[in-house]
């Protein structure tokens, strides 16, 4: 059953340092996201992209974040200077992009645990 | 902005039934999920209600949608160990607006005893 993967599985970083997050959504799907989870809190939606453009994204998303899919098959996540509290649990998701009043259910990969000393 | 709350913890025996409740706040929401979170393995879709049933029932699982409460349950019927999981409410709001970002509760451990 196709998935979506994540790498790596757990990344440490010093403060100020920037990061990449990678992402593989699953190959026929044309929308893709990025959910955080801050320990101990609820899940958070950030952003999501379709067409090469982001179509949606959530006051967490600042100028200190960015998306990209650089080829094509990754989906990345770049945060241009951590700060302690970017420290988080970060999910990819993908969907197929249905539209109208299909659920276009959204598949989530396993997280990477961002750790920011 | 819309909100979702679930209780925390659930703790209930092998064979047992378990309710997990969830509340919402968007009079809007079309689709309303639950997710399932194994330790070190992503958020598992596990079923979905659209906003204009009451009920749906997939095998073990039965949801439950009160709509004018804004109140979502997912019953597990003969609970097994394998069960025990973080369990997440969502919510997605109006299709119309072209919204496609999930709102999440903050999860229920469900803890199930031999």
């Known amino acids: 059953e196709p998935e979506v993967t994540q790498t790596p599985s757990h990344q440490v970083t010093q403060m100020g340092q920037e990061v990449i997050l990678r992402c593989v959504p699953i190959?026929?799907?044309?929308?893709f996201y990025w959910y955080r989870q801050i320990l101990g809190q609820k899940v958070e939606f950030l952003v999501s992209?379709?067409?090469?453009?982001?179509?949606?994204k959530s006051e967490i998303f600042d100028d200190q974040f960015s998306v990209e899919r650089p080829d094509g098959s990754n989906f990345t996540l770049k945060i241009r200077s951590t700060k302690l509290e970017d420290s988080a649990m970060y999910f990819c998701a993908s969907s197929e992009g249905t539209s109208g009043r299909f659920m276009d259910t959204q598949y989530f990969g396993p997280g990477t645990r961002l750790t920011v000393l | 902005g819309e909100d979702v709350e679930q209780s925390l913890f659930l703790s209930v025996r092998e064979g047992d039934s378990s309710v997990i409740n969830c509340t919402y706040t968007?009079?809007?929401?079309?689709?309303l999920y639950w997710y399932k979170q194994e330790p070190g393995a992503g958020l598992q879709l596990l079923t979905y209600?659209?906003?204009?049933?009451d009920m749906k029932q997939d095998q073990r699982l039965t949801v439950l949608l009160n709509k004018k409460d804004k109140h979502l349950s997912l019953r597990i019927a003969d609970t097994q160990t394998g069960d025990s999981a973080i369990y997440f409410c969502a919510e997605r709001g109006p299709m119309d607006t072209g919204r496609r970002a999930l709102t999440f509760g903050s999860g229920t451990r469900l803890q199930v005893q031999p």
């Open positions: 968007d009079s809007s929401s079309t689709y």
């Open positions: 992209f379709y067409n090469n453009e982001i179509s949606e």
């Open positions: 209600i659209f906003s204009n049933m």
């Open positions: 190959s026929n799907h044309l929308y």
